[in-house]
């Protein structure tokens, strides 16, 4: 079984805009992140939400950043 978990990139309010110049670590928060049945495609902007499952909170992993998809594989059911 396999997942992919995208994240977006990020639409920062623009009262925002000069924080996240100063700390871009920050940006991510803006970010949506979903998770995906199959692998998303990128269009520029976003990812191709043609078989999203959910959207999950964007502190969820940090490590994902903007524009960035990861795979995830389980080969055994638990």
């Known amino acids: 079984m396999k997942i992919w978990i995208a994240r977006d990139n ?7 805009e ?12 803006y970010a949506k992140l979903s998770i995906f ?3 998303p495609t990128w269009d520029g902007k976003n990812w191709n939400y043609s078989r999203k499952i959910c959207e999950i909170d964007s502190y969820m992993f940090p490590e994902i950043g903007c524009g960035e998809c ?8 638990r």
């Open 10 to 16: 990020a639409i920062v309010p623009e009262d925002m």
């Open 70 to 77: 990861f795979e995830f594989n389980s080969t055994k059911p």
């Open 37 to 39: 049945y199959d692998m």
């Open 18 to 29: 000069h924080y996240i110049e100063k700390h871009p670590e920050e940006e991510i928060r």
